[in-house]
């Protein structure tokens, strides 16, 4: 513990780069995998509509992740300013309302998702074609959705004090897991969709049996016993406020897909699939500029409850440079490569034709994409919670889904892909401008004890 308080302290960025940012571009990276596996092996039985299915239930996996985002980024960040002020009590605290609070989580969305299925499949978009395999995935999901939920919630946890190895090695224990499953089950025994959401609810499993056994065994400062959780508005309210941001971004982000994707269905499978691959091409650029910022959260987040002001904007401005030179190089190789990278998902013409145009909507903002994730950990990290929570309202919601309508009127389907692009431009002038404001209220006032 007294090792990472001096690492976050006196250490070089790339000293941080390699012990924060590395292993969270990492989780990251897999995360990612963990996205594609799904969709590469499904697109290997060459049946666009099965392809669509998993897109058209994508949204209600988010919507469990943006739950899990809310404990488990609120924990995170709740825990580095305990730990920069050193008040043990509080981050035992702080980590035993987030594993109750995920459990209640997980079973709640059980017990709601499971009777309500067919309802749901037909608001997601589904037609005759796609509502068989619809049906089993969410059943499967459902069914082991507390695993998803303390997975979630604790591989952010963990970061807290700087453990960002271990959070990267639940993430790749799970994934490998799942990528393995995926071809037996997908491949070997032809349960495709169903076979997809068996092995990502195993693989989840598996990453949350590492995180069990880490935290109950190695952390004196996170806790799991029921002695130490308690709802007093001093801790749920700290930790939900602290983990809004970044949820309702997920979970707004979930809404807009639903919504896309419904407008996408009218265009066809074809379209609807060709859309499913773009944005899983585009992910590693936003993922990874996510896991730079987010490998850096901690460490934000304990400068400035130490009160070491200085050093925090040092970090945030390498940061900000950081991902703009990384952002760059990975879109201009997803252009170059955008055909190539299609259609090593489906062989399908007119898949990859419609790709040509769906993944470059898709990193065009990817050099910048990483400023707008520099705002929205500055804005969370040092408390400033309501700003970070409107930027991604904003981002998300109120003026994406606008957009969609707008755009979709004037340029049709690629107007309803470019919808995001624009979205990402407007919201990173916003957290600009917010943070800005921010940073010169933090100069005047001292740090908040």
């Not at 092996?41 to 988010?62: E, M, N, R, W």
């Not at 037909?122 to 037609?127: I, P, R």
Request: glycine share 8%.
């Amino acid at each position: 513990m007294d090792q990472n308080r001096e690492m976050f302290t006196k250490a070089s960025y790339p000293v941080l780069l390699l012990h924060l940012c590395a292993p969270a571009i990492v989780i990251m990276l897999v995360m990612v995998v963990y996205n594609m596996a799904d969709t590469y092996f499904i697109g290997q039985t060459g049946d666009a509509s099965k392809i669509a299915a998993v897109s058209l239930c994508g949204p209600v996996f988010t919507i469990l992740s943006g739950l899990g985002t809310l404990l488990g980024s609120g924990g995170c960040t709740a825990i580095s300013l305990a730990y920069g002020k050193k008040d043990l009590e509080k981050s035992r605290k702080y980590s035993s309302f987030c594993c109750y609070g995920a459990l209640a989580v997980g079973v709640s969305f059980s017990i709601i998702v499971l009777p309500f299925q067919k309802p749901l499949v037909n608001l997601l978009g589904a037609d005759q074609t796609t509502m068989p395999d619809m049906l089993d995935y969410l059943r499967i999901l459902a069914l082991g959705s507390p695993a998803v939920m303390f997975c979630n919630v604790f591989a952010n946890v963990i970061r807290a004090d700087g453990s960002a190895r271990e959070s990267m090695i639940a993430n790749c224990l799970g994934t490998v897991v799942n990528i393995l499953l995926d071809a037996l089950f997908i491949l070997a025994f032809s349960w495709d969709v169903a076979g997809a959401a068996l092995a990502t609810v195993i693989g989840n499993c598996v990453s949350s049996g590492y995180l069990l056994h880490y935290i109950i065994k190695k952390k004196p400062m996170f806790s799991l016993h029921p002695s130490d959780f308690c709802m007093n508005k001093d801790i749920s309210l700290k930790v939900l406020s602290l983990g809004l941001p970044m949820a309702f971004s997920t979970l707004l982000m979930s809404f807009s897909h639903m919504l896309s994707n419904r407008m996408v269905v009218d265009y066809g499978s074809v379209a609807l699939a060709a859309q499913g691959v773009s944005g899983k091409i585009g992910m590693p650029i936003t993922m990874i500029a996510m896991g730079i910022c987010m490998g850096m959260q901690p460490a934000v987040s304990f400068l400035y409850g130490a009160g070491n002001l200085k050093r925090m904007k040092q970090v945030l401005f390498n940061t900000s440079i950081f991902t703009i030179a990384v952002g760059s190089i990975l879109t201009a190789i997803c252009f170059f490569a955008r055909d190539a990278l299609v259609a090593a998902f489906i062989q399908d013409e007119e898949v990859i034709s419609y790709g040509q145009i769906m993944v470059f909507a898709s990193i065009a903002t990817g050099p910048i994409y990483g400023l707008y994730q520099v705002c929205q950990t500055f804005l969370q990290s040092t408390g400033k919670a309501s700003y970070a929570t409107f930027v991604a309202i904003l981002d998300k919601g109120l003026f994406f889904i606008p957009a969609l309508f707008i755009l979709r009127e004037l340029f049709g389907l690629y107007g309803i892909v470019f919808a995001g692009t624009v979205t990402v431009l407007f919201s990173l002038a916003m957290g600009a401008m917010l943070s800005f404001i921010w940073h010169r209220k933090i100069n005047k006032d001292e740090i908040p004890s």
